[in-house]
């Protein structure tokens, strides 16, 4: 199975900052990859699928680049709605996630 | 927009099995493919299977073939989970989510369903 490594796990920021997080495949993975959002008690939401897309209805600061085996998840002007769990998922054939990496005040 | 409404929390002893449901509003349930994924307390995501679409056949991945069953009820748009032999291990929420891609293979997922907490303890 194809394993995806988050970094950070933990990540302190405030209103307004930019933050990145990135997400390591073991092997390379092409484009295939999406970034969800999941907040205390709720369902995970579909942010970027395709590495770089943006899921419709997303807001602009969220972005995501990246292709092969590492990609990042950039949010910009962090929103006090932003404050939440992040995962990335590989999405092609033997679906897996990577370990999340929550985002703190 | 499509919205997906779970069955409700479920308590089981190890051993015993559980079925949670999942109804697609919106008598769509045939234009989609269903897949699901659980995520113990306190822990990551695990996708444990779906429906492929191009013949309306499960796939599961390894860890799970032989103990999970998903199922469709196209009549009152419903798709169900199965899972058999519970141990504490499968303790965890179950999510129900469509696959979005439209490129066969490939699979991201939007929206989910709110989740359905299984809590497998003697």
């Known amino acids: 199975d194809i394993q995806l490594t988050q970094s950070p796990s933990f990540l302190s920021a405030s209103v307004g900052d930019t933050v990145t997080i990135t997400c390591r495949a073991s092997?390379?993975?092409?484009?295939?990859l999406a970034w969800y959002q999941q907040k205390p008690g709720k369902a995970p939401k579909l942010l970027i699928h395709?590495?770089?897309t943006l899921q419709s209805g997303v807001p602009s600061r969220f972005s995501g680049s990246g292709s092969g085996t590492e990609f990042t998840l950039t949010i910009s002007s962090l929103q006090p709605e932003d404050f939440a769990s992040y995962f990335c998922?590989?999405?092609?054939?033997?679906?897996?996630f990577g370990g999340g990496t929550k985002v703190e005040i | 927009q499509v919205q997906l409404v779970q069955s409700g929390a479920e308590a089981r002893k190890p051993g015993a099995s559980v079925k949670v449901s999942c109804k697609v509003s919106?008598?769509?349930?045939?234009?989609?493919?269903i897949h699901w994924v659980r995520q113990a307390p306190g822990k990551g995501l695990e996708w444990m299977g779906g429906?492929?679409?191009?013949?309306?056949?499960?796939i599961y991945p390894q860890n799970f073939q032989g103990r999970v069953s998903m199922t469709e009820d196209t009549s009152t748009d419903t798709a169900y989970l199965e899972v058999s032999s519970l141990t504490s291990d499968d303790t965890a929420v179950y999510y129900c989510?469509?696959?979005?891609?439209?490129?066969?293979?490939?699979?991201?997922?939007?929206?989910w369903g709110q989740g359905t907490l299984v809590t497998v303890s003697s």
């Open positions: 395709a590495a770089s």
């Open positions: 998922q590989q999405v092609n054939g033997r679906l897996t």
């Open positions: 919106g008598n769509i349930l045939t234009l989609m493919s």
């Open positions: 429906i492929d679409p191009e013949d309306g056949e499960p």
């Open positions: 092997q390379d993975i092409s484009s295939y």
């Open positions: 989510a469509p696959n979005l891609s439209p490129i066969r293979g490939l699979y991201w997922f939007d929206p």
